[in-house]
Structure formats: structure tokens, C-alpha cells
């Protein structure tokens, strides 16, 4: 084992492949020679990213434990970057690269693990303004060979119906993105799962239809915790629930003085320690922005007085953007009418002009075109003329 790490650390073939545990969050190490292995070895060498001195990767340091990695140079240079990295990503992007193997750099790794309708910050690709997409809306097109189906699934005793395409030989269709559903289950379905290829596309399912597992999801990776002024919202629920109402009051006051101050919110909270009450789901990219129908990646955690900071600065952005576009609205309006008086003035001056033109039959100016009553006019100026 050790020669392939060394044989790592001089050949620049050799793939330094690292995975993070979803459960620890430990590092692990696994080598791949380019060319030769077809699969990543596992080194059995594991440690937490705090354990690695990445502010000071000189020095060595004594309670990293994987010896002859960390002795090493090059090798240890390639962790401390790792770590670094991976330290400064959001925790919705860790969690979509838990036990994956990696390679520096993350942001690719990110890139790989784009759905393909969303991009890596969890934007609908084009854009969407709708908060939600509709059922009606997600399913992708029912492939030519497939009818819609009506599938029934018991909750408890409760039976619910849910539209699926089936293919007209039988096989199931995941019911976001058409493809063959080859699980067992998919024949005979148990959960609203069943109904879908992989998790994956579930989870795009129920992220982008309803609002509560979103919010549900969010707070499993943010726990509750203000991504702003990181407010623990959930520690403060929890904290006043079981006091009366001065006393949650004043807990607020002491603990959360940022929300206290917004004395609505206070109240609100104060009746009903929810959670809900106390954080909101916020889109990072506004959805008058083109932040709507997004994954988790667009969503964090905001305490209620972060989010009416926020709330209150798009309303007045949005308020001097309609300001601006109707003062230019209003100035191409003023243009369009000079440019339509100046046509009228014009249009008068010729028609004052083909009023005085004298039709003198034989000369340069004469026409045969004018109309009669035009030249009934210009026989009479003419007259006029010679009188
Ligand atoms: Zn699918
Ligand atoms: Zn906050």
C-alpha cells in the first residue's frame, strides 16, 4: 500500500481520489493509476478535515495520523487544498458530494453532479419567475409509445390515485423524467417513490412541487440556523417553548435582539414558538429574478428579521426599477409625439403648399395625377390667380 502512495506522489498519472462520509464526515483516501486501475483503490486512511493544519501545511503536524501520507509533501499539499475547498463550500453542496469520489478541483465535481434541467446553483436553465411548478408542469413529454395511467398507493388505509406514463408493452415511467423504471417495485408500486427512476428524480419532484419538503430539506442540511447573522432559530423555539409568554418575550429580547426590534415578528413568534415563526426558507436569486422552480441549492436558511431585511430591500429594488422603467417609458412616449407633430406640421405644410401650386397644363410642374377635386382647386387658384 505504501509503495502506491509514494508511486502517487512521483508519478503524475496517479489519481488522487478523496470521498467525505456522509455520516462522519471524515475524509477517506483512495489511489487510482491512471491507465492501470479500472477502479479506486481504498488506502484505509481516514481523518476529520479539522485534524489537517490547512493555515499553516509546512509545519508538520503532530495529530495527523496517516504518517507516510502526511510525510509526504506532495501528497499532504493535495489535502490541505481539499480541505480547504471543501471547507469553503456551502453545506447543499457538501451534502451532494458525500461519499462520492472526488477530485480537486469541487467546483467540477459540482458541475458533474448537475441535474439536466437545473445548473449548479440549483437555477431552472432559462430562468423561471413561477415560485413553484405545477403539476400539471414537470413531467417531461410523455414519450409516443407511452399512455398516462392511473396508479393507486396506500397511505395507511387511505388510497391515492397518481398519474404515470406506461409504456403501451407494460413498463412503468418515472413520473418526472420518462424514463424506463426498472426497480421491482416500480410494476407494483409501494410509496409515491416506486413512481420514480432514482431518488434523484424524486427528490427534483417533490423539491420543485411543494413547498413543505423543501422547506423539510433545508432544514436537515441548515438545521434551522440564519445564514445571515446565524441566529440558531431552532435553539430558540426550542428554548421558549415551555416558558410563558414574558418570559419567552424577554428570552427574545436577551438572546435574539434583531428580531425582538421587528415587534410584529416578536409578537407572532412569542403566541407561537414554531419554527416557522422563527426562519423561513429565502431563494438566493429572487424569483422575480428568475430564482423560481429551483432546486435546494438556491434556497437557505433566513431568521424572519433577515428575511424582512431582505424582503423589504427587493420591494424597494423592484420599486425603483417600475420607477425607472416608467420615466422611460414616458420620455420615449414625449419622442414618439415630437416626432408625430413634427409629421403633422410637415404634412400641413405640404398640403398648404399643393393648395397654392398652380397646375399650369404644359409647364414642368403639370400632372395629369392630381385628383380631380385637386385640380378643381388648382383650376379655381389658378382663376383666382389670373383675376
Ligand atoms: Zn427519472
Ligand atoms: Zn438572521
Request: proline content about 4%; hydrophobic content about 30%; some cysteine.
Amino acid at each position: 500500500m505504501y509503495v502506491k502512495v509514494e508511486e502517487l506522489c512521483r508519478c503524475a498519472h496517479m489519481v488522487r481520489i478523496i470521498a467525505v462520509s456522509k455520516y462522519t464526515g471524515r475524509i477517506h483516501l483512495y489511489s487510482c493509476i491512471h491507465g492501470m486501475e479500472t477502479r479506486p483503490t481504498p488506502l484505509f486512511k481516514n481523518f476529520r478535515p479539522e485534524e489537517l493544519d490547512t493555515k499553516n501545511p509546512s509545519v508538520d503536524d503532530k495529530k495527523f495520523s496517516p504518517k507516510s501520507i502526511k510525510d509526504n509533501s506532495k501528497y499532504r499539499h493535495a489535502l490541505v487544498s481539499f480541505v480547504k475547498e471543501w471547507n469553503s463550500l456551502r453545506p447543499i453542496e457538501q451534502s451532494k458530494l458525500f461519499n462520492k469520489p472526488l477530485q480537486l478541483p469541487l467546483a467540477v465535481e459540482l458541475c458533474l453532479n448537475e441535474s439536466q434541467n437545473h445548473d449548479k446553483n440549483g437555477l431552472l436553465k432559462g430562468g423561471s419567475k413561477k415560485r413553484g411548478t405545477s403539476l400539471d408542469d414537470i413531467s417531461y413529454l410523455l414519450p409516443s409509445n407511452a399512455v398516462w395511467k392511473n396508479v393507486s398507493i396506500f397511505h395507511g388505509k387511505k388510497e391515492r390515485q397518481y398519474l404515470q406514463g406506461w409504456t403501451l408493452t407494460g413498463q412503468p415511467l418515472c413520473k418526472l423524467c420518462q424514463k424506463n423504471c426498472t426497480k421491482k417495485s416500480a410494476t407494483e408500486p409501494e410509496f409515491f417513490e416506486d413512481l420514480f427512476c432514482d431518488l434523484e428524480c424524486y427528490e427534483e419532484y417533490r423539491l420543485r412541487t411543494s413547498n413543505r419538503y423543501l422547506r423539510k430539506e433545508l432544514a436537515q442540511i441548515e438545521h434551522g440556523i440564519c445564514t445571515n447573522c446565524h441566529l440558531d432559530c431552532r435553539k430558540l423555539v426550542k428554548n421558549i417553548k415551555p416558558l410563558l409568554l414574558e418570559k419567552r418575550r424577554e428570552f427574545v429580547i436577551k438572546e435574539a435582539p434583531k428580531l425582538a426590534a421587528r415587534k410584529n415578528l416578536l409578537e407572532k413568534l412569542v403566541i407561537d414558538p414554531t419554527e416557522g415563526n422563527a426562519w423561513h426558507a429565502d431563494h438566493i436569486v429572487a424569483v422575480y429574478r428568475g430564482g423560481g422552480e429551483c432546486r435546494l441549492e438556491n434556497m437557505r436558511t433566513l431568521c424572519i428579521a433577515c428575511h424582512a431585511e431582505v424582503t423589504a430591500a427587493h420591494r424597494a429594488e423592484r420599486r425603483s426599477e417600475r420607477a425607472k422603467a416608467k420615466k422611460q417609458l414616458n420620455r420615449l412616449l414625449a419622442n414618439l409625439k415630437t416626432v408625430q407633430d413634427k409629421q403633422k406640421d410637415r404634412d400641413e405644410c405640404r398640403m398648404i403648399d399643393s393648395e397654392l401650386l398652380v397646375n399650369v397644363p404644359g409647364s414642368a410642374y403639370h400632372t395629369t395625377n392630381i385628383n380631380s377635386d385637386r385640380s378643381e382647386e388648382g383650376d379655381k387658384a389658378s382663376e383666382d390667380a389670373g383675376s
